[in-house]
């Protein structure tokens, strides 16, 4: 009975650091794999068409400690840039939207007339470009979702 009892436990103990590692390594995996930011040269020359700037709310409904975002997006013809950082985390999205959303029930419920414009693999400054297809001016807001978590990251708008 006393040998049951101890293999219970060693058995829970182990499961639950499994459990943890197992966690703390979908969070940092992201973190390493990300490539260094963009050169402030190459982000200078993007910024020099800039048609629109949405700056984050540091007030977002679905945005947390673990989700969340702070920066600006310059957005022209052919690249929406990114100032600042984003929480880390796996196979976020950057979508563009007719509507200024802040929660995850809206960004389902609106998903489908989204259009999606690119994977981030960087958590401080980068450049997306947008396809030939996407028409910046159909769209007021930028969104960044992570599509593994089905998680509500940040949103800013850059038109009313």
């Not at 999205?93 to 414009?117: A, D, G, H, N, P």
């Amino acid at each position: 009975m006393k040998y049951i009892k101890r293999i219970t436990l060693l058995a829970i103990s182990h499961l639950v650091v499994a459990v943890f590692a197992f966690l703390l390594g979908i969070y940092s995996l992201p973190i390493f794999m990300a490539p260094a930011d963009i050169s402030s040269g190459a982000l200078a020359l993007s910024i020099k068409n800039t048609r629109y700037l949405a700056t984050i709310a540091d007030d977002l409904t679905d945005s947390d400690w673990l989700h969340w975002g702070k920066g600006t997006f310059s957005i022209g013809d052919d690249y929406i840039v990114f100032q600042g950082a984003l929480a880390p985390g796996p196979d976020y999205r950057l979508y563009l939207s007719q509507k200024f959303i802040e929660t995850e029930s809206e960004f389902i419920q609106l998903k489908s007339s989204m259009v999606e414009v690119g994977k981030i693999k960087s958590f401080g400054h980068y450049v997306l470009p947008l396809g030939n297809d996407i028409n910046v001016e159909k769209y007021n807001s930028v969104v960044i979702w992570c599509e593994a978590f089905n998680q509500f990251i940040t949103a800013a708008q850059f038109k009313n």
